[in-house]
């Protein structure tokens, strides 16, 4: 008897030091609590946020919903010249989906993952949730995966796709500021835009919301904050302004100064003036087949003969870009780069 | 939080179990749960993945096959990620004993590693050339302490070993043939390149310096004790990448690179050039980055020997057209005699520590191209080129 107290003993401080040594996570992602009621709907828990950006990231067409959850009685404070420098204990939450009928969001949808920012004590971290088949709950996953997804797309067009899941290296491959896991969206000027929040009778402005809950401090009148335009709304902001902030947010990640693709040269963040690191008759450095067969990043006027175009249109795994999380045609953004394009001088 | 939390270590063995079918998930996890220290050793046999491996935010970590063409890793089918193995923002991280075959970009990339060693690795494509292959074989970019010795690299569309943006390099006793270039130091600082064989390429070994990097400026390296031959593939490379403007018949080429020592290598059967040493401002290449050199400087070729078959070139070029107008063989060494006034003293002669110095050379002949003015008086005298620069200093390298 007296062994096996010893044994039990023993085996509760081996677990508590092991514990106290290791992070521990949930392996449920339902073990957060951050949503309640059927989870594929997706109801936020009381202190847990929506949100969204003006224009957000192209993932092969998957539908996101942004939450977050700062720490209780914590704020974050203004800052217009980047991301948010959200305080330790923040939970950035996004759950990527597809309708099953993009004309018919009732018909209902599948959620695929679910992956979490969390800001600790040592710096943000990374994890992805993977839905489980019955939509009931996700599982935490390290390694990534490959789900097969069929949806109807906004054409009517029934379309197939082999869903990819990151791992959590591939997290940072973009989530990276000089090797450092950050995160990319929210932004005050990607957050100035209304949101319908639940219960309210019209949207607000989420900059207001946040300062009138008490997440945002010394935030300015909404008229001195920048604002991205929204890619494909022409009222939201002007040619150049809306292919900016696209290339802003699909490729500034890696491509600015402290990024992973900091070793081409090209840095297509919203502040850059140089032409040439913008990519205009830019040659190519390491792009490899990834030219196409042309000769610079962007020709002026010339959409065809740019780099930049036949990246983004290549769906071939060694030329295509962002090399991660698009394996299909964004014809949409397309037209607005060509005709970006097109239109300079 | 509910208190149900497991450890994620051993939720993770638990999963690992799991997936044992599954190799990709596998060496992935693997890589993603390797402790500080730790060797990671992957099993003989022939592995298919369809997606990038990736290892990050490591030190002393040892990857370790069982051996070249025992252990081989194919990426042929790729579905994501554009390289095979891809290591980022790690310290003393050694990978050996293995093959990469067939990825769609390129096969090992290494970014921001303190301390990367790569020991009896193949990164090859199989079949024939192709524009097609990925562009780089061995892809260490913004890394200090590289070390690639007893490798080979095969079929790469841009250049098989390829050192970029990096400090302190050793490439040694490593094989590097049908790429467009065998091996390639780029934008790169103290490197030596020694006891390798480059053939069957379009160009053999190149040192270039490009604008619009973020690592600016190479310089101090030396190439010596090389086999280059038979560099006469046509040129495969994608239009738009530099490598694309290379001739076949390439032995070495230095672009706009500074302080460079070639010498006790053999130089033999490639039929354009077996050495030639150019400006930026050869390429014709638009420059808009104001911190950039286009002009090679302190370029010193020694003791080397030099054989080519008798014949044109190989690059059926109009350069090398009037090239034959000026004697009935293609020299061996062409300069194309573009230069910085800033390094030339008040009586136009080079500065000395600048100098292009082209001496002792066996079966040595060389031409002044006179690219600046427009190829009017291309020379053949070796006279101004004798000359000789103090030797470069070997690397002091900090690598496993």
Same mark, same amino acid.
């Given at each position: 008897m007296r062994t096996y107290l010893i044994a039990a003993c023993l085996l509760a401080l081996w677990l508590t030091l092991v514990s106290w040594q290791t992070a521990t996570v949930p392996e449920k992602l339902s073990d957060y609590g951050f949503f309640t009621g059927d989870p594929v709907r997706q109801q936020p828990a009381a202190g847990v946020v929506p949100y969204t950006l003006n224009t957000p990231l192209f993932s092969d067409y998957a539908e996101k919903l942004r939450f977050i959850k700062l720490p209780p009685g914590q704020s974050v404070a203004y800052n217009d010249t980047a991301v948010l420098h959200f305080p330790v204990g923040t939970t950035l939450i996004k759950t990527f989906y597809y309708p099953h009928d993009f004309r018919h969001p009732a018909k209902g949808r599948r959620l695929l993952e679910t992956r979490l920012l969390v800001h600790q004590p040592d710096g943000w971290k990374a994890l992805v949730y993977v839905w489980n088949p019955e939509q009931t709950d996700a599982l935490l996953e390290v390694a990534g995966d490959t789900k097969t997804v069929q949806y109807v797309d906004a054409r009517g067009t029934a379309r197939q796709l082999a869903y990819g899941i990151p791992n959590l290296n591939q997290c940072k491959g973009c989530h990276n500021r000089q090797e450092v896991l950050t995160p990319i969206g929210p932004s005050v000027r990607q957050l100035n835009g209304d949101l319908a929040y639940a219960g309210a009778e019209k949207k607000e402005n989420q900059l207001r919301h946040w300062q009138r809950t008490g997440m945002l401090t010394d935030l300015p009148p909404l008229a001195d904050c920048p604002k991205t335009p929204v890619w494909d709304q022409p009222e939201t902001g002007s040619l150049n302004d809306r292919a900016r902030a696209w290339l802003d947010i699909n490729c500034a990640h890696c491509h600015n100064p402290r990024g992973p693709a900091m070793t081409s040269g090209l840095n297509l963040s919203i502040g850059e003036t140089n032409s040439t690191a913008l990519g205009i008759l830019k040659t190519p450095v390491a792009a490899g087949r990834g030219s196409g067969g042309h000769a610079f990043d962007i020709v002026p006027g010339k959409p065809e003969a740019s780099i930049l175009i036949y990246r983004l249109y290549s769906t071939d795994p060694g030329d295509r870009m962002p090399e991660l999380g698009r394996k299909t045609v964004h014809t949409e953004s397309l037209e607005l780069l060509r005709a970006w394009i097109k239109a300079m001088e | 939080?509910?208190?149900?939390?497991?450890?994620?270590?051993?939720?993770? +063995?638990?999963?690992? !179990?799991?997936?044992?079918?599954? @190799?990709? =998930?596998?060496?992935?996890?693997?890589? /993603? !749960?390797?402790?500080?220290?730790?060797? /990671?050793?992957?099993?003989?046999?022939?592995?298919?993945?369809?997606?990038?491996?990736?290892?990050?935010?490591?030190?002393?970590?040892? &990857?370790?096959?069982?051996?070249?063409?025992?252990? @081989?890793?194919?990426?042929?089918?790729?579905?994501?990620?554009?390289?095979?193995?891809?290591?980022?923002?790690?310290?003393?991280?050694?990978?050996?004993?293995?093959?990469?075959?067939?990825?769609?970009?390129?096969?090992?990339?290494?970014?921001?590693? =303190?301390?990367?060693?790569?020991?009896?690795?193949?990164?090859?494509?199989?079949?024939?050339?192709?524009?097609?292959?990925?562009?780089?074989?061995?892809?260490?970019?913004?890394?200090?302490?590289?070390?690639?010795?007893?490798?080979?690299? /095969?079929?790469?569309?841009?250049?098989? /070993?390829?050192?970029?943006?990096?400090?302190?390099?050793?490439?040694?006793?490593?094989?590097?043939?049908?790429?467009?270039?065998?091996?390639?130091?780029?934008?790169?600082?103290?490197?030596?390149? +020694?006891?390798?064989?480059?053939?069957?390429?379009?160009?053999? &070994?190149? @040192?270039?310096?490009?604008?619009?990097?973020?690592?600016?400026?190479?310089?101090?390296?030396?190439? +010596?004790?090389?086999?280059?031959?038979?560099?006469? !593939?046509?040129?495969?490379?994608? $239009?738009?990448?530099?490598?694309?403007?290379?001739?076949?018949?390439?032995?070495?080429?230095?672009?706009?690179?500074?302080?460079? $020592?070639?010498?006790?290598?053999?130089?033999?059967?490639?039929?354009?050039?077996?050495?030639?040493?150019?400006?930026?401002?050869?390429?014709?290449?638009? &420059?808009?980055? =104001?911190?950039?050199?286009?002009?090679?400087?302190?370029?010193?070729?020694?003791?080397?020997?030099?054989?080519?078959?008798?014949?044109?070139?190989?690059?059926?070029? $109009?350069? +090398?057209?009037?090239?034959?107008?000026?004697?009935?063989?293609?020299?061996?060494?062409?300069y194309d005699g573009i230069v910085d006034p800033a390094t030339l003293d008040s009586n136009g002669k080079p500065l000395p520590e600048r100098r292009i110095c082209i001496r002792n050379n066996k079966n040595q002949s060389l031409i002044n191209l006179d690219a600046g003015q427009g190829f009017k008086s291309m020379a053949r005298d070796a006279a101004p080129f004798d000359c000789q620069l103090p030797p470069l200093k070997a690397p002091a390298l900090n690598a496993r």
């Open positions: - | 939080m509910k208190p149900a939390l497991l450890l994620l270590t051993t939720w993770l +063995f638990a999963s690992t !179990l799991y997936a044992q079918s599954d @190799v990709q =998930k596998r060496y992935q996890t693997k890589l /993603i !749960l390797a402790d500080d220290g730790s060797t /990671i050793e992957l099993d003989a046999g022939r592995f298919t993945f369809t997606s990038s491996l990736s290892l990050q935010d490591k030190k002393r970590i040892v &990857i370790r096959g069982k051996g070249i063409d025992k252990t @081989v890793l194919s990426f042929k089918g790729q579905t994501d990620g554009a390289e095979g193995l891809r290591v980022s923002n790690g310290e003393n991280i050694v990978i050996e004993n293995l093959t990469v075959q067939d990825t769609q970009g390129d096969g090992i990339k290494t970014m921001n590693v =303190k301390g990367i060693t790569f020991r009896n690795v193949k990164v090859e494509w199989t079949g024939p050339p192709k524009s097609t292959n990925g562009g780089y074989g061995l892809y260490p970019v913004q890394c200090d302490n590289v070390v690639i010795e007893g490798c080979t690299a /095969i079929g790469a569309s841009d250049a098989g /070993i390829y050192v970029g943006q990096s400090r302190g390099i050793i490439v040694k006793n490593s094989k590097a043939y049908h790429n467009v270039a065998g091996i390639e130091i780029e934008n790169s600082r103290d490197a030596d390149v +020694f006891d390798n064989e480059a053939y069957e390429n379009t160009g053999g &070994i190149l @040192v270039f310096d490009l604008p619009d990097l973020v690592q600016k400026k190479s310089g101090n390296v030396r190439v +010596f004790n090389n086999y280059v031959h038979d560099n006469n !593939l046509p040129n495969f490379a994608p $239009e738009g990448n530099i490598v694309a403007t290379v001739s076949a018949g390439t032995g070495l080429l230095i672009l706009a690179a500074n302080a460079v $020592e070639v010498f006790n290598n053999r130089f033999i059967r490639n039929q354009s050039t077996g050495t030639g040493i150019i400006s930026y401002l050869f390429t014709q290449r638009p &420059i808009t980055d =104001k911190a950039y050199y286009p002009f090679p400087t302190a370029v010193s070729i020694h003791d080397n020997i030099y054989e080519r078959n008798p014949g044109p070139a190989i690059a059926r070029s $109009e350069l +090398f057209a009037l090239i034959l107008k000026t004697g009935s063989e293609i020299p061996h060494i062409l």
